[in-house]
């Protein structure tokens, strides 16, 4: 299963320092989305998250697979990992290049406003679940990414790492 949160603040840089992710346009909020997508709950199957950095000239993603998780993984020392490994995980690219690479994917938009994860038909292995991380997707985003739908997993508005992992218990994965 796979996971896009795309946030508009996070600076697509490494120039962050470990006792400030948050001055770092929130990075940290990034952070605990990774770890949410990425940490095993129970058995678990490889999972990969990428999360698409809008905020500056160089747009681009961070991208990770469970894999990349140490099993004791937290938001500092994931920081830290990604912080001096940048150009493992980080790729220049705009976010139509990065949707293209999934051409027969199923792309789910998470949001509050849309029909019940429960009632929708969700092939979760070749799905995308699309979020935003501290701020909706913009309507730009959302032409991008021409979503299959909208699919909620309750009525309030909930923190994008809350809603990954609800996403993976309800899945199972
Ligand atoms: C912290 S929320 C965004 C905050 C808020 N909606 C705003 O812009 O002020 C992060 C993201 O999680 C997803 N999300 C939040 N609540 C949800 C829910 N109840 N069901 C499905 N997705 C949700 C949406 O994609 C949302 O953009």
């Known amino acids: 299963m796979k996971f896009l949160i795309i946030s508009q603040r996070a600076i697509p840089l490494p120039g962050y320092q470990?006792?400030?992710?948050?001055?770092?346009?929130?990075?940290?909020?990034?952070?605990?989305?990774?770890?949410?997508?990425?940490r095993p709950i129970g058995t678990g199957i490889d999972n990969k998250v990428?999360?698409?950095?809008?905020?500056?000239?160089?747009?681009?993603?961070?991208?990770?697979?469970?894999?990349?998780?140490?099993?004791?993984?937290d938001e500092i020392?994931?920081?830290?990992?990604?912080?001096n490994n940048?150009?493992?995980?980080?790729?220049?690219k705009s976010l139509q290049e990065l949707i293209a690479e999934w051409p027969n994917a199923d792309i789910?938009?998470?949001h509050e406003d849309g029909?019940?994860?429960?009632d929708a038909t969700i092939e979760h292995l070749n799905s995308i679940f699309v979020l935003g991380a501290q701020s909706d997707l913009t309507e730009e985003d959302l032409q991008k990414i021409q979503p299959m739908g909208n699919v909620k997993i309750g009525?309030?508005?909930?923190?994008?790492?809350?809603?990954?992992?609800?996403?993976?218990?309800k899945l199972s994965l």
């Not at 020392?77 to 912080?83: E, G, M, N, Q, V």
């Not at 940048?86 to 220049?92: A, E, I, L, R």
């Open 86 to 92: 940048w150009d493992t995980y980080f790729t220049k």
């Open 108 to 110: 789910w938009h998470l």
């Open 50 to 73: 990428y999360a698409y950095l809008k905020n500056g000239e160089h747009p681009g993603y961070l991208s990770m697979q469970s894999s990349d998780i140490d099993p004791n993984e």
């Open 77 to 83: 020392s994931l920081a830290y990992k990604i912080k």
């Open 115 to 118: 029909i019940s994860l429960s």
């Open 155 to 169: 009525e309030t508005s909930m923190l994008a790492s809350q809603v990954i992992a609800y996403v993976r218990l």
């Open 18 to 38: 470990l006792n400030d992710l948050t001055g770092h346009g929130r990075i940290d909020v990034i952070f605990r989305c990774i770890l949410s997508a990425l």
